[in-house]
């Protein structure tokens, strides 16, 4: 598996938003939803405000892949299921960190556990 150069980790990690546009079934890509986007290492990780109700993140799942966009970089990516409860719980603390300037009304319900549940890492293709 291919990994983030830091000319692409680094201001994907630093933008405020990510576009994502999952494939679809028949490698068709959706048109773009702005998400939040959150770093861990050398990991990036998305998750779904709607938790499993998100339309982006259903297409998501099912794909497997797709494009993202932020700070200038355009890459294919690959979405994979992120579980492990110790980095979802380091998660929830770079979303309260990277985006606890807005209202809770937005901050809270993306480190509640609907959204935990679909926690995705993005990976480079």
């Known amino acids: ?13 630093e933008a405020d938003e990510l576009r994502v546009q999952p494939r679809r079934a028949d490698g068709s890509l959706r048109e773009p939803t702005p998400i939040w986007v959150v ?25 497997g892949a797709g494009r993202v966009q932020a700070g200038g970089v355009t890459r ?13 719980d380091r998660l929830d603390a770079a979303y309260r960190a990277k ?18 549940a679909t926690t995705l890492r993005l990976s480079p293709r």
Do not use: C, H, Q
């Not at 300037?101 to 993306?110: F, I, L, W």
């Open 1 to 13: 598996m291919t990994s983030w150069s830091n000319e692409e980790l680094t201001p994907i990690a």
């Open 39 to 63: 770093r861990d290492g050398a990991d990036l990780y998305v998750r779904s405000y709607r938790g499993p109700d998100g339309v982006w993140w259903r297409t998501a799942k099912a794909g």
């Open 76 to 88: 294919d990516v690959a979405f994979t299921a992120a579980t492990d409860p110790e980095l979802n």
């Open 99 to 116: 985006y606890g300037r807005y209202s809770a009304t937005y901050v809270d319900p993306m480190v509640a556990e609907p959204a935990r």
